[in-house]
């Protein structure tokens, strides 16, 4: 069964321009989580994404955002980039099931660099 | 409001040693999850385990072992006759009834193992 794959794996973008990052989760798994990792703050939840809707989000600005897709499919956009925002982002899947936290399981992530 | 701390930063050892990571953990949900994850260089988090609030068992697989103690608001993870492969990052994380999936990290312990 394959993993989570994230694309692209590396990036470099420059301060004020746009930035989409793609994530496929797990055969199966319906829910699709997004995560930043900084040095200055650690691992941070951004949203979560089930069945195309978002079901739970972070505090993080406007600027970032998500959707997924009827695949389950997901992508995140951040946009007018911030040298802050330079980080690793992580992708989680699960199945998703209510009632209780699922196993989720992590992609390789994407290390975005802005200069 | 969720939180977990590692106050250890960084622990190193020589082949061969026991060591234990401390994850102390806050919530106000009597139902929680709580999870231990290792991050290799490559950037990957990898499940370890998940333990309900309701069950105080500890539990040991392999060279892991966990004691998770709700008196204490702990769940510490210790390694037997650690191994240079078991260097790593490791997170302890939390999920409670009201979060869902959404799992809050501690900072991380950065485990080096030397031979």
């Known amino acids: 069964k394959a993993g989570v794959t994230q694309t692209p794996r590396y990036l470099i973008k420059t301060r004020g321009q746009q930035v989409t990052l793609s994530c496929s989760p797990i055969?199966?798994?319906?829910?699709v989580s997004w995560y930043q990792q900084t040095p200055g703050q650690g691992l941070q939840f951004l949203f979560e994404?089930?069945?195309?809707?978002?079901?739970n989000k972070g505090n993080f600005p406007g600027r970032f955002s998500g959707r997924q897709f009827s695949n389950s499919r997901s992508e995140m956009n951040v946009s007018t980039l911030e040298l802050g925002d330079s980080a690793l982002y992580l992708c989680?899947?699960?199945?998703?099931?209510?009632?209780?936290?699922?196993?989720?399981?992590f992609g390789p992530g994407t290390r975005l660099t802005v200069l | 409001a969720q939180k977990v701390t590692q106050a250890q930063t960084e622990i190193s050892v020589v082949e061969k040693e026991d060591v234990t990571l401390d994850c102390v953990y806050e919530?106000?949900?009597?139902?929680?999850?709580l999870f231990w994850y290792k991050q290799p260089p490559s950037g990957e988090l990898v499940f370890l385990i998940r333990?309900?609030?309701?069950?105080?068992q500890n539990e040991i697989s392999g060279r892991y072992s966990w004691n998770f103690q709700k008196s204490t608001s702990s769940f510490n993870f210790t390694i037997t006759a650690s191994q240079v492969v078991d260097s790593a990052v490791y997170f302890c994380?939390?999920?409670?009834?009201?979060?869902?999936?959404?799992?809050?990290f501690g900072t991380g312990t950065r485990l080096a193992v030397r031979p």
């Open positions: 989680a899947s699960s199945t998703g099931t209510s009632g209780s936290p699922n196993e989720q399981f």
């Open positions: 055969s199966g798994h319906r829910s």
């Open positions: 994404y089930f069945s195309e809707t978002q079901r």
């Open positions: 919530t106000r949900d009597t139902t929680y999850y």
């Open positions: 333990r309900n609030s309701f069950d105080e």
């Open positions: 994380a939390l999920s409670d009834r009201s979060s869902g999936d959404k799992l809050t």
